[in-house]
Nanobody, 121 residues
Framework: EVQLLESGGGLVQPGGSLRLSCAASGFSFSTYAVNWVRQAPGKGLEWVSGANSGNGPADYADSVKGRFTISRDNTKNTLYLQMNNLKPEDTAVYYC??????????????WGEGALVTVSS
């Protein structure tokens, strides 16, 4: 059974940092791309970042480029999202999602339950 479990969310002041983790199980983590997707209150889903299965370059939404860094540790079956210089508009539930294949743009079919990030003073 595929499982994705996010952790590391919380309340942070504007300009602060958080690191989200996503522990994966039930599939060969290293051979699949994984994405971070978020949903702000009252809004739709927004793709944030994607990491391919290999060591290819990651990609980011323009809204987070230069502030967020995605990484993965295939030895620990874990995906990370380092978020720096957080802004109130980054407030959202953050989900990690398993992709259909090795590339992050090829669609997603398993999701975690999400981690809430609140950026507020």
């Amino acid at each position: 059974e595929v499982q994705l479990l996010e952790s590391g969310g919380g309340l942070v002041q504007p300009g602060g940092s958080l690191r989200l983790s996503c522990a994966a199980s039930g599939f060969s983590f290293s051979t699949y791309a994984v994405n971070w997707v978020r949903q702000a209150p009252g809004k739709g889903l927004e793709w944030v970042s994607g990491a391919n299965s290999g060591n290819g370059p990651a990609d980011y939404a323009d809204s987070v480029k230069g502030r967020f860094t995605i990484s993965r540790d295939n030895t620990k079956n874990t995906l990370y999202l380092q978020m720096n210089n957080l802004k109130p508009e980054d407030t959202a539930v953050y989900y990690c999602a398993k992709c259909l294949g090795a590339g992050w743009s090829g669609g997603m079919h398993y999701w975690g339950e999400g981690a809430l990030v609140t950026v507020s003073s």
